[in-house]
């Protein structure tokens, strides 16, 4: 299967690989393409980055408190809104303890995600969390964090105990040693579900784009074929229907950055919680 590459990636590939081999080389590594050793997916990442950062710089220049901006609202939005599923809101509700400090690391994820799922709407870019290295690096991220809240809060030996139920008698310490492994795979398999399910819906949606793009184009040829008529009435089906799955791909987006900011806001609570 040929791999699609966007005219961005070959441009900064044809500038900048001879730098990226030779980096790799230090390393003794090779990439798999020679030719184009920056992969898609870390030149979109680059994208992402520096679009947030430039948006996060104007955005605070801009900040007000007598005469908020439409992209101070926004920004609010996205912390917290009346429908409680701001980023602040959703922390709130399940952290329990110093929510507020979860929100630089939890928001920067949620907001990456959200970036880069969108940025495949936009002509000629793609999004990065398409290549599941990218989702996964986000998971592994989100592991290593709420696992680190959990050690804070409760210290190293107590919340180990937390993963075998917190035993106190006899009994709940027989019922630890099969609870333990359990719950301790149970948590490591959050890397592997949070990486899944980011990276099967975008690519999901993308390719369901591209399929029926392809379908459409080519029954306007044969359309087009028989009858020009015929071939340009059949035309307004690719012409439109691509606007439908934009608006798609854009909830589908949204959807996601949201699950992202859910889960990891729900294992903060939980690594963080005290026994009642």
Request: charge should be neutral; include cysteine.
């Amino acid at each position: 299967m040929v791999e699609h590459v966007t005219g961005l990636t070959e441009l900064v590939n044809h500038y900048l690989g001879r730098y990226a081999i030779s980096l790799l080389s230090l390393f003794h590594l090779t990439p798999r393409h020679p030719n184009r050793p920056i992969p898609e997916h870390v030149v979109m990442c680059t994208v992402v980055l520096i679009a947030g950062t430039i948006l996060a710089l104007l955005l605070r220049s801009r900040l007000s408190v007598e005469k908020p901006g439409a992209s101070q609202q926004v920004a609010e939005l996205l912390l917290t809104n009346p429908l409680g599923f701001g980023i602040k809101d959703l922390l709130e509700e399940n952290v329990h303890h110093g929510a507020l400090k979860m929100i630089p690391f939890v928001g920067s994820i949620s907001v990456f995600v959200l970036l880069s799922n969108l940025l495949s709407a936009i002509p000629f870019f793609a999004a990065p969390t398409a290549e599941k290295t990218v989702p996964m690096s986000c998971a592994i991220l989100t592991f290593i964090y709420f696992n680190w809240q959990g050690v804070r809060h409760h210290g190293a030996g107590r919340y180990l105990l937390t993963f075998a139920g917190s035993p106190k008698k006899l009994g709940d310490w027989i019922l630890a040693v099969l609870l333990f492994p359990v719950e301790l795979v149970s948590t490591t398999a959050r890397i592997l579900s949070l990486t899944v399910r980011l990276w099967a819906n975008i690519v999901a949606s993308d390719l369901l784009y591209t399929i029926f793009v392809g379908l459409f184009s080519m029954a306007t040829v044969a359309a087009w074929s028989k009858s020009p008529i015929l071939g340009v009435l059949v035309a307004v089906l690719p012409a439109t229907i691509p606007v439908a799955f934009i608006g798609l791909h854009i909830f589908v987006a949204i959807i996601q950055a949201y699950i992202f900011t859910v889960l990891p806001s729900v294992y903060l609570g939980m690594a963080t919680a005290d026994e009642h």
